[in-house]
């Protein structure tokens, strides 16, 4: 489970103009995963992540006719199914090095807010990604298992607004994790 924020703000004097740009970012994502199995080395799993994002955009600017500002809203809510495999070397009773790598698949919705207000949908493309992750494992209690790690996670987004070309972003998360794992 990540949440998130993000603000820049800008200001600048382009040819005479001064600019005043504001950017307000709000970001979750909710994972949940099953695993199996296989031996005591190897595992696959399937999981669901859910991504939700929205950005804010203001956009001020003085004139010699006066100061206009315009705001932009833009809303991403992706859903991600994936699938993958494990692979573990215990190194004590306790303690295990383990790795996993996934396929995935987002499914986006994109909505876009004008400056004069007008929404529309923006058309997004299902996309396949992937993730990786390497961790090393405790188990303190066999139903109770602490992992400290680093997650990298790939998926690109192409999207169009109406009569536009396509738009092509890439949305990478990564960095360490922790994760409390109750086993049963």
């Known amino acids: 489970m990540v949440f998130s924020s993000f603000e820049q703000d800008w ?6 103009m001064e600019i005043d740009a504001d ?3 709000e970001r979750t994502d909710l994972d949940f995963a099953v695993s199996y199995a296989l031996n005591k080395h190897a595992w696959v799993y399937w999981g669901y992540k859910y991504q939700f994002m929205e950005i804010d955009f203001t956009l001020s600017y ?3 006719m006066g100061s206009i500002t315009n705001e932009y809203k833009l809303e991403s809510e992706v859903h991600i199914p994936t699938i993958g495999a494990g692979f573990v070397y215990p190194v004590s009773n306790k303690v295990a090095l383990s790795t996993q790598l996934g396929l995935l698949y987002s499914i986006p919705r994109l909505e876009m807010k004008d400056a004069d207000g007008t929404k529309y949908d923006v058309w997004a493309e299902g996309t396949i990604g992937f993730n990786g992750e390497v961790f090393i494992s405790y188990r ?7 992992q400290l790690g680093y997650r990298y996670q790939y998926f690109r987004l192409d999207a169009r607004q109406p009569d536009s070309d396509k738009t092509e ?3 990478i998360t990564h960095g ?3 994760s409390a794992v109750w086993v049963f």
Not at 11 to 16: A, K, Q, R
Not at 140 to 146: E, G, K, R, T, Y
């Open 169 to 171: 972003s890439d949305d």
């Open 23 to 25: 950017v307000d970012l």
């Open 140 to 146: 303190p209690v066999d139903s109770l298992l602490f």
């Open 62 to 64: 003085d004139t010699m």
């Open 11 to 16: 200001e600048g004097d382009v040819t005479g």
């Open 176 to 178: 360490p994790t922790f």
